[in-house]
T-cell receptor, first 114, second 114 residues
Framework: TQLLKQSPQFLSIQEGENLTVYCNSS?????LQWYRQEPGEGPVLLVT?????EVKKLKRLTFQFGDARKDSSLHITAAQPGDTGLYLC??????????????FGSGTRLQVQP | NAGVTQTPKFQVLKTGQSMTLQCAQD?????MYWYRQDPGMGLRLIYY???????DKGEVPNGYNVSRLNKREFSLRLESAAPSQTSVYFC?????????????FGPGTRLTVT
């Protein structure tokens, strides 16, 4: 059972376009992380958000944590070919289970065409 | 610092063979994890070790065993490989800061079971 659902699963856009990726759950998480994974490599952490309603910016990437801590979004402005990769959201420390490990979404595969 | 290292990078096994995947981290992290990644499934947790001397099952532990050899090393063993275990295996480590487990991943082991 996937506790974190990401949408869309695949996205192919032209360089310069904007896009938003969503990560949704029915569970409350104490924190939400976003990772990017390039082919043949392990995921690399981009950002962690911990407060409901929190917004963090990383250059052209904007991350938001939902008020209820159940969902998150990643917005990329003026996408570049270097943004191509698999984007994974991961929820930490579910409050109802006390689990001390992350729960990963199934990922959004982004292709930015030059 | 090498971060998280994994060996081997690639492996082909016949059904029924056994093997051990090795993982080491040099960041002095307490927690270590093993995940498998299959197309469209994101990362699924196999086992984790919150600290030296402890291990816990994740979502998909059947067919695997782990050993936390010391603080640096966490190995994953397949006793009798099956084709369903064909996957990419990632090791990760983290240190909890305020209850947040930001994870650092190794480059992965690509395993094929025929």
């Amino acid at each position: 059972t996937q506790l974190l659902k990401q949408s869309p699963q695949f996205l192919s856009i032209q360089e310069g376009e904007n896009l938003t990726v969503y990560c949704n759950s029915s569970s409350v998480f104490s924190s939400l992380q976003w990772y990017r994974q390039e082919p043949g490599e392990g995921p690399v952490l981009l950002v962690t958000v911990v407060t409901g309603g929190e917004v963090k910016k990383l250059k052209r990437l904007t991350f938001q944590f939902g008020d209820a801590r159940k969902d998150s979004s990643l917005h990329i402005t003026a996408a570049q070919p270097g943004d191509t990769g698999l984007y994974l959201c991961a929820g930490g420390g579910q409050w109802d289970t006390g689990r001390r490990a992350l729960t990963f979404g199934s990922g959004t595969r982004l292709q930015v065409q030059p | 610092n090498a971060g998280v290292t994994q060996t081997p990078k690639f492996q082909v096994l016949k059904t029924g063979q056994s093997m051990t995947l090795q993982c080491a981290q040099d960041m002095n992290h307490n927690s270590m994890y093993w995940y498998r990644q299959d197309p469209g499934m994101g990362l699924r947790l196999i086992y984790y070790s919150a600290s030296e001397g402890t291990t816990d099952k994740g979502e998909v532990p059947n067919g695997y065993n782990v050993s936390r050899l010391n603080k640096r090393e966490f190995s994953l063993r397949l006793e009798s490989a099956a084709p369903s275990q064909t996957s990419v295996y990632f090791c990760a480590s983290s240190e909890a800061a305020g209850g947040i487990y930001e994870q650092y991943f190794g480059p992965g082991t690509r395993l094929t079971v025929t």
